[in-house]
């Protein structure tokens, strides 16, 4: 793997993972509601789908699905009525990962909030091209081409993870205030809004 290549794509991705987006958005509303802790399941969710992009980028998989509508259309409206669905839920009080006042953050299903961050990513076909149309330009096709995705994902993820984090403990600071009695449905109407804007924002991405 070429060293200049990989520092620019690392560059890259840290500047896209720091930018406040829907990713960011996920994880600081799970991060009020259910605490950092928790907000990791969410993490791991959107990094799972990051997994997912660099091995179908890899196959040629990517451009397939780029190229097909209604594939596209099809992948991006269901994570929107998911990713809806939670936001509507924590809004009129309906349990749901995301509620603070009608579920103990203990109890909140882990892997019902990784499937959130999961999907989040996977509906977001901006994602997708940024792995078919970016990721190549980093490559060296004279070179051996698993061991520059290798590095690539781990020059995105891991940075990614440490970011996410970040966010994740800044927001779960407000945790203990956010779940009290007299926060706890103020906090759901807040977690519920973003939630609904990171499905407005998904919806609103042109192929």
Request: hydrophobic share 60%; net charge positive; glycine share 8%.
């Amino acid at each position: 793997m070429d060293f200049h290549n990989f520092f620019l794509f690392v560059l890259t991705e840290f500047a896209l993972s720091a930018s406040p987006g829907p990713a960011v958005m996920l994880v600081v509303a799970y991060g009020i509601t259910v605490g950092w802790k928790k907000a990791v399941f969410a993490i791991l969710g959107i990094l799972t789908a990051n997994a997912i992009y660099f091995t179908i980028s890899a196959t040629g998989l990517g451009a397939l699905i780029v190229a097909s509508r209604t594939l596209f259309s099809v992948v991006k409206w269901l994570g929107v009525a998911y990713l809806a669905y939670l936001g509507l839920s924590a809004i009129f009080g309906r349990p749901s990962p995301i509620t603070a006042s009608r579920l103990d953050s203990c109890n909140a299903s882990g892997w019902k909030i990784w499937f959130s961050g999961l999907t989040l990513q996977l509906a977001n076909p901006k994602a997708l091209i940024f792995f078919i149309a970016i990721l190549p330009q980093f490559l060296n096709p004279a070179a051996n081409i698993p061991s520059q995705m290798i590095w690539l994902a781990a020059g995105s993820i891991i940075p990614e993870f440490f970011i996410l984090i970040g966010y994740a403990a800044l927001a779960g600071k407000m945790q203990t205030i956010a779940t009290r009695p007299s926060f706890a449905r103020i906090t759901d109407r807040v977690a519920g809004s973003l939630m609904l804007a990171v499905a407005m924002i998904v919806a609103a991405i042109q192929q």
